[in-house]
């Protein structure tokens, strides 16, 4: 059974340009998460999405997008790279109304912006 | 004030001891209490969660709860070298919101 499927692995990326991080859930979870982990600091909540819609938005920018699909995949968007968005990009899925104990999470994406 | 604090560490033991992991939490509304082992290069993995003030056991590990204190706690016992990671305790309330709120982490390391 697969878990949570994030791509790509690494990202290098200049200063002002934009990335797409892609999410594929865990098999039955409908709920997709997006978490930024800067080196040494805790997961830190960007938005999530369930049917399609963003549910609820953590305290970031709004250069900071997304998207989720009909298959429940999804999308994390960023606009007008910064240096300080350097970062491990984590997903998490779920089943929606499931708290913190059904979160699974992908092993991330590093995006390094220079 | 951070939501939830947490020591970084790291914290280093040798084979076999038993280990304290600590977090404090800021937000009565609290319900729900995670604690999660992170590998390097890998993301979060769930390993004991618990509602409300309380114990539990899990093999080796038990999660505990003391929300007069908003103290949450993790002891692992005979912890292996394969222990040795970085530990997330999370939290977050009961109805509405289920966005887990994280602390920044413990890394461990467990010596032969």
């Known amino acids: 059974d697969a878990g949570v499927t994030q791509s790509p692995t690494h990202l290098i990326k200049t200063r002002g340009q934009q990335v797409t991080l892609r999410c594929s859930p865990k098999s039955g979870h409908d709920t997709v998460s997006w978490y930024q982990q800067a080196l040494g600091q805790g997961p830190q909540f960007i938005f999530q999405?369930?049917?399609?819609?963003?549910?609820q938005r953590g305290n970031f920018p709004d250069r900071f997008s997304g998207h989720q699909f009909p298959n429940y995949s999804s999308e994390l968007n960023v606009n007008a790279l910064l240096l300080g968005d350097s970062a491990l990009y984590l997903c998490?899925?779920?089943?929606?109304?499931?708290?913190?104990?059904?979160?699974?999470f992908g092993s991330g994406t590093r995006l390094t912006v220079v | 004030q951070k939501e939830v604090e947490q020591d970084p560490g790291p914290l280093s033991v040798p084979e076999g001891a038993i280990v304290s992991l600590n977090c404090t939490y800021s937000?009565?509304?609290?319900?729900?209490f995670m604690w999660y082992r992170q590998y390097s290069r890998k993301g979060p993995e769930l390993l004991m969660y618990t509602y409300s003030s309380g114990n539990k056991e899990d093999g080796r590990f038990t999660a505990q709860v003391d929300k007069s204190s908003k103290y949450i706690s993790l002891f692992i016992r005979d912890s292996q070298p394969s222990d040795s990671a970085t530990y997330l305790c999370?939290?977050?309330?009961?109805?509405?919101?289920?966005?887990?709120?994280f602390g920044r982490g413990t890394s461990l390391i467990v010596h032969p």
């Open positions: 999405y369930y049917e399609e819609e963003e549910r």
């Open positions: 937000n009565s509304a609290f319900q729900y």
């Open positions: 999370a939290t977050h309330a009961s109805g509405g919101s289920y966005i887990p709120t």
């Open positions: 998490a899925s779920s089943l929606q109304q499931a708290g913190g104990y059904g979160y699974t």
